[in-house]
Nanobody, 124 residues
């Protein structure tokens, strides 16, 4: 059973930046597409970004395009989410997830393994 651990969350002012990391055990990411999702209080979990197994393809939710960048380091078995120009509406728990498929899905059900999440809070 793969284990994913997110880190890098915290409290930041609007307009600031954070970089989230997701580390995997057992060389999980090398054979997986990876996605980031987020869930705000009282809302459903929503797609944020995904990166293909090879790293050659990425896609983003419209709400974060141009502000967030997903990347991966297969040698370190780590995936990153660089977030710039953060807004209060970006406040949520952020989760990374790994999929056995070659390309990341925008749908929750498309992933096989999930981390426990890291809190991101953006103050106005």
């Amino acid at each position: 059973q793969a284990q994913l651990v997110e880190s890098g969350g915290g409290l930041v002012q609007a307009g600031g930046s954070l970089r989230l990391s997701c580390a995997a055990s057992g060389r999980t990411f090398i054979n997986s597409a990876v996605g980031w999702f987020r869930q705000a209080p009282g809302k459903e979990r929503e797609f944020v970004a995904a990166i293909s197994r090879s790293g050659g393809s990425t896609h983003y939710a419209d709400s974060v395009k141009g502000r967030f960048t997903i990347s991966r380091d297969n040698a370190e078995d780590t995936v990153y989410l660089q977030m710039h120009s953060l807004k209060p509406e970006d406040t949520a728990v952020y989760y990374c997830a790994a999929s056995k498929a070659p390309f990341g899905s925008e749908y929750y059900a498309g992933y096989d393994y999930w981390g426990q999440g890291t809190q991101v809070t953006v103050s106005s």
